[in-house]
């Protein structure tokens, strides 16, 4: 079984096992369309590795990232939402110098996204299983220096010649998509939480990325 599917099978039984006591403690939020809902996003994203042209590769570690999102209900069970979520996380690159030999970098990336979400609820009622997708952009920034570093200076009326210094790396705007599925859970007035299966698909020039994540989202609901 791959990592991304033994996550899968984690989150599966944890829900089956937390079900039963959901029921007493839910509680009952009464209707959802015309509620605005706000989520702190907890991200946990497994660990991958890609493989480039001739020897080249990167493994990129399991990370935790963080995110929030503003959404509106619909309807009783359709729900749109803006998310917005971002995380480093450490890597190795194998790479073919110019002379054709092997090496190795250490690094860490920062990757974010700013996702349009659709979310379509089961059920009605304090626990609510659901799907989910959308589209977005997203941010990856390798840092790798492309070059020397840049600066300038300038005059400060308060501290007077202030100058900065700027590094280029390689970094890339993309298409990305994603998927997932999950549980709402009301607990109090105004007041869940969200588990979440999330696959997230992003479009490089060189490849789609797939990074499979397990999040989490404490939410808060008003009109």
Known sequence: MTRKY???????????????????????????????DFTVQMR?????????????????????????GIGYNLTNKLALAMDINWANANYN????????????????????TIALNLTYYLTDGAIAPFVMGGIGSSFIDTNIPTGPSTGQCWYDPWWGYVCNSYQPTYSSSNFSYNAGLGLRWDLAPGFFLRGIFQEQWIDTSKATIEVPAVRLDIGFSFR
């Open 6 to 36: 033994s996550i899968l099978a984690v989150v599966g039984t944890l829900l089956l096992l937390i079900l039963p006591m959901g029921e007493a403690l839910a509680y009952d939020p009464g209707p959802r369309e015309g509620k605005w």
């Open 44 to 68: 946990y994203m497994d660990g991958m590795n890609l493989n480039g042209t001739g020897d080249t590769s990167v493994d990129i570690n399991s990370t935790l990232g963080w995110g929030f």
């Open 93 to 112: 690159a194998t790479y073919i110098n110019n002379l054709g030999a092997p090496g190795t970098y250490y690094g860490t990336m920062y990757a974010s």
